[in-house]
């Protein structure tokens, strides 16, 4: 009967409307939870019969679907912790659960849009609910290695325990120096001049490279003509490199280098205006300068003076701490200055990120409707940035769900009057007979 079937579709109505209360009471739960994505209800309605031939219509009621928006973005709250990260746009945190670490073969990936990580006892980023960061290891020099991007294989916890001391050694040395013209002329006494400079080897330890540079003195004229000796502390102070340096004494370019010959040593390059040392320390890059460059080592009438000094490389230094840059690279940061690159955390997308399967602590797992996923780095292709020392807030809006459960309640409200009225109404059907 039609009535019979107005009763259940408002029973249909009311559990419908207790299912939207649920997710607005998630909603309104998770108003202060990080990262939390809110639930939408949408109400389906069911048509039984759209009127047959005899025009009687049988009510069908309402069903429900209840979606978690994972798109939405909340908004991005600062912290005081380099290591709370969120994303400026599009992707996904990988992450692995604390306790299946250590385990052999691919640890089990799920996903976050954003995370306070912090080390842990053995120095890994762990969330407080056992959420562990992860990325791709780099190479000594920073360097990505070769990695799969369609799969998670070469990601591993971001560890930063067992990179507490790290030696920074010296690889490219600048030194730019005027050299006194008037030594190379006839009568001159032809003196060597000594440069020392400090540079720091493959364990840490400093060592100096002693450069001599000895005048020609012809017999009458200038010759404009030098020998550059380099030794090495490290290597017992042997010498390492010979060069004979010529200079221009024409109107335009006098003073600069004109010509370079390697007597010994790394050959020098006019192209780069360098030459590789071997040293004990490890091999090293010198940069004199290139052939007609005022800013390299020049020969003018002035005193002997250092024009430019400069190098990369610091002493041993103990890590202070990390930060995450926008390009998803883990920095360790240690007390001599030097910053090294240990991680690079990849922002994983996938074509329907409504389609992800939720976990507890705002984690997602791929699924059949999420798509395959690709690994990209942070900022490239579809990706945002990634964002330290913040962290994305809740994207409930208290208002507008305190505004729904209004609807709901009176809907709810309403549908419970339906059933009270068919109830009145099945009880006059039952009074006829008396």
Not at 227 to 239: F, I, L, Q, W, Y
């Amino acid at each position: 009967m039609t009535i019979s079937s107005s009763l259940h579709a408002s029973v249909a109505g009311l559990n419908a409307n207790a299912q939207r209360l649920a997710s607005i009471s998630d909603n309104i739960a998770n108003a202060s939870t990080f990262g939390y994505k809110r639930l939408e209800t949408d109400f389906h309605s069911m048509v039984v019969n759209e009127g047959g031939t005899d025009n009687r219509y049988t009510a069908g009621g309402v069903r429900t679907t209840t979606e978690r928006m994972i798109e939405q973005r909340g908004q991005l709250v600062g912290t005081d912790n380099s290591t709370d990260i969120s994303i400026n746009g599009r992707g996904m945190l990988p992450v692995t659960s604390r306790d299946a670490v250590g385990q052999a073969g691919i640890l089990p990936l799920s996903l976050m849009t954003t995370g306070s990580f912090r080390p842990d006892a053995d120095g890994i980023l762990t969330t407080s609910t056992g959420e562990v960061l992860m990325g791709w290891a780099l190479n000594p020099d920073g360097t990505l290695p070769n990695v799969t991007r369609d799969t998670s294989a070469a990601l591993q916890p971001v560890e930063i325990g067992n990179n507490q001391f790290v030696a920074n050694r010296t690889t490219d040395i600048n030194m730019g120096v005027n050299l006194p013209s008037t030594d190379t002329n006839a009568g001159a006494a032809g003196d060597p001049l000594d440069l020392s400079v400090e540079y720091f080897g493959n364990l840490g330890q400093s060592e100096s490279l002693g450069v001599t540079y000895t005048p020609t003195v012809p017999a009458a004229g200038a010759s404009n003509t030098w020998t550059m000796v380099v030794t090495d502390s490290a290597s017992g102070g042997a010498v390492i490199g010979e060069y004979t340096l010529e200079f221009s004494d024409a109107a335009t370019g006098g003073g600069t280098l004109l010509n370079v010959t390697t007597v010994s040593g790394g050959a020098y390059d006019p192209l780069t205006g360098q030459m590789t040392l071997t040293a004990g320390g490890g091999d090293i890059d010198l940069n004199i300068g290139l052939p007609g460059d005022n800013g390299g080592t020049t020969q003018l009438a002035a005193s002997f003076a250092p024009t430019d000094l400069s190098k990369n490389g610091s002493p041993v230094g103990n890590l202070i701490g990390v930060e995450i840059d926008p390009d998803g690279v883990v920095q360790a940061i240690y007390d001599t200055g030097f910053n090294r690159p240990i991680y690079q955390v990849p922002l994983v997308d996938v074509p329907n990120p409504q389609g992800l399967t939720s976990g507890d602590n705002q984690t997602y797992r791929l699924s059949a409707d999420s798509g395959p996923m690709f690994l990209w780095n942070a900022g490239d292709g579809p990706t945002g940035t990634t964002q330290g020392y913040s962290r994305e807030g809740s994207a409930t809006d208290v208002a507008l769900e305190l505004t729904n459960l209004i609807q709901t309640q009176r809907a709810y409200s309403s549908n419970a009057k339906v059933i009270q009225t068919v109830d009145e109404m099945m009880q006059e059907t039952t009074n006829l007979k008396r």
